[in-house]
């Protein structure tokens, strides 16, 4: 195993369609990964986390700022010697070459070829997956789903201290990509690797991470256990990006120490804020309920959607342009064009400045 940190890295590309104008990709970036850990770089396309990885592959050199391995500068450590494996998104298989030697690509330049089957056959025993009868085929006789298995049998198929994935299931439908989550977990738990994992998918953030780290614009916002960025996020931006349904927004003034929200209503603040500030009032779906008339706000189903595996509908409902959603039973029936009454728990609300998008707290 081995230890990853990113001392004030950045790094800018030049836009040749745009005349060559600078564009910064990472600014400044800290972040250290203790051996064995498992961390997701999560953030939307464009914020800097497939170049945070390439980084650290060694892929591309930093404009400033040092990566070190063990404590140790990348640029110290021969190629050879990184004990790196890396799967990407378009798994990186030689056309022309079965399964079997691309798996085998490392172990054969060392002479060690013979190593291949016990390899493979581990991968088989922890994933549960026969990939064995994968080994004599040629990519272009592979799913999609039997791709990614091989990449990332090759992936473990070598002296392994540091494994970085590159979005590794986003071209797989959802039914395999469930599974091969598990499948990775299993390996991960098993090799017991220092693992960088590169995503947009909160749900594969979930599955894989001991920790989560979200970036926008090149630098991180928060890091944390998924729970705690959810439950607990220092910024609108982690509020709006983690959670399913999307969390409401409601803006609002203060007004004699308090939020204003108009007909939703005027609720405490967590702490005191200059009157007319503009303040941005967040709640999740699941803490707003259907009450009887007269209890709390009118509103009108604009939309019904079932989630059936989840087991909940969401209600998109909407007063004096205003729109929110709600989360209810599955088994509760709505209709679009019904008025219902919504119950606001604030005291589960999150405050933001409407400028910042700092939490108040």
Known sequence: ???ITLKNVSKTFYDKSRKLTPV???KDFNLRVDDGEAVVLLGP????????????AGLDDPDAGEIY???IPLDAIPIEERGIGMVFQNYVLIPHWESRKTVGFFLRLRDREQEVPAHVNTVAKITGVDIESLMGRFPRHLSGGEKQRVSIARAFARDLELLLFDEPFANLDAKF???ARVELKRLIQEFNVTLVYVTHDQVEAMSVADRIVVINAGRIVQSGPYHALHDDPDSLFVAQFLGTPTINTFWGRVSDGAWDGSYMGRVALPRPQRDGSEIIVGIRPEFIKICDAGAGIPATIERVIPFYAEKYTLLEVWLRKRRWRIQVPLHEFFQPGETVHCLLDWSRALFFNAQSGERIR
């Open 69 to 71: 391995y063990n404590d």
């Open 177 to 179: 990509r469930s599974q």
């Open 24 to 26: 910064l990709a990472i």
């Open 45 to 56: 396309s464009g914020c800097g986390k497939t170049t945070l990885l390439r980084l650290i």
């Open 1 to 3: 195993m081995r230890t």
